[in-house]
């Protein structure tokens, strides 16, 4: 497990370090602080973090296995997936698996870094929060779906551009993500989420709702059922287990909740605190787009348990990382710097904690860490 300790703590290091060069360098006539956008810090983190996903062994992680056995045994057939096909196919050829997982986590680590570099202020604090929140994790087991979850996270750009030919450019893009899982389908939902920000009388009901209604299984069950009728291709694929995939298979309680309740107050203390600054080179536009599906992601978590919810929650929960990386930016230029660092002291301490819990508890079974075939 020393590899997933060592791997946020290095990131704060040299968050701290490039501060630190920063201030010293500071031009007096900049309103910036705290900025990271060297793109070879860029470079050199996406080469250590492509190189651990490579090169871990296929027992790491609970669904890496099952992609292994695709390879070995060449069941795996792409009809609408023809992108994650034609890799497998590539190396089947070649006889090689290690070509599977380098073009995989290529696109994975590529689409992810290159929405962080045109969209984020910081670099290395998107990084970190790719990190503590999870997202790269995730692609230790969902391969496929992660490779479209990155694509739509890199050219959110389009969606929330006026231009039509920028809209129909995203379209452009989820149908390409179609091609390496369908699940892509869903994110045509997000045309429907407004730009901007949700008031704070709409989200704060909205999270009391949803605290109440994650102890009603039976709600949850109706919404599965209702889920099937709309999703065609889901329901097909899980046609002899609908009862787990649709339905409530793994009831969570208060354990599994406090953290999202956490999560529910950082982002309503940041609707209030801190300001918005027009000099900042920070796309408020995004901003507010990220925090809207933040605030979604948690009220999803009122159906925690349904596994197609869980799926969907990916295309949401990768927003976490410009919400956060937005919000850090603000608070260390805000003018109450004793509480911005106090309220960015807390996010950070809320989010280790929350890592250090999932790996201890083995989340997605990404422990051990062992290298290569091990």
């Excluded at 070879?40 to 651990?52: C, D, G, R, Y």
Aim: hydrophobic share 50%; proline share 2%.
């Amino acid at each position: 497990m020393l590899v997933y300790l060592v791997l946020p703590l290095v990131i704060l290091y040299f968050i701290f370090l490039s501060r630190a060069i920063i201030l010293r360098s500071n031009n007096c006539q900049s309103n910036e602080f705290f900025v990271s956008r060297n793109n070879i810090t860029l470079f050199l983190w996406s080469i250590v973090l492509l190189v651990l996903a490579v090169f871990k062994g296929v027992t790491v992680g609970t669904d890496y296995p099952m992609y292994y056995n695709f390879f070995v045994y060449e069941t795996y057939e792409g009809i609408i997936e023809t992108g994650i096909a034609s890799i497998y196919d590539l190396a089947v050829k070649y006889n090689n698996f290690l070509i599977f997982s380098l073009c995989v986590y290529s696109l994975f680590i590529f689409f992810i870094f290159k929405g962080i570099k045109v969209n984020s202020p910081n670099y290395l604090i998107s990084i970190l929060f790719f990190v503590l929140t999870y997202t790269y994790f995730t692609g230790y087991n969902q391969l496929r779906q992660m490779i479209a979850v990155s694509m739509l996270f890199c050219f959110v750009g389009y969606l929330i551009s006026n231009k039509k030919i920028d809209k129909i450019k995203y379209i452009v893009v989820i149908l390409l993500a179609l091609l390496f899982h369908k699940s892509a389908a869903f994110a045509f939902l997000l045309f429907f989420i407004s730009k901007k920000k949700f008031s704070s009388k709409i989200i704060i009901p909205l999270f009391l709702m949803t605290i109440v209604s994650y102890f009603i299984p039976t709600l949850k069950n109706e919404i599965g059922q209702l889920i099937i009728k709309v999703s065609g291709f889901y329901a097909d694929k899980y046609a002899g287990k609908l009862d787990s995939f649709f339905e409530i298979n793994k009831e969570k309680g208060l354990l599994q909740l406090a953290p999202v309740v956490i999560q529910m107050i950082i982002l309503t203390i940041s609707l209030y605190f801190p300001q918005k600054k027009p000099r900042l080179n920070i796309n408020y536009t995004l901003y507010n787009f990220s925090t809207n599906i933040v605030v979604i992601n948690l009220c999803l978590y009122s159906l925690a348990g349904i596994e197609a919810i869980d799926r969907l929650q990916i295309y949401f929960a990768c927003f976490n990382i410009y919400f956060y990386s937005f919000l850090t930016h603000l608070l260390l230029n805000s003018k109450e710097k004793f509480y911005g660092k106090v309220f960015l002291s807390l996010i950070l301490l809320f989010w280790i904690t929350y890592y250090l819990l999932r790996l201890i508890i083995n989340i997605s079974g990404i422990v051990p860490y062992s290298f290569f075939n091990g």
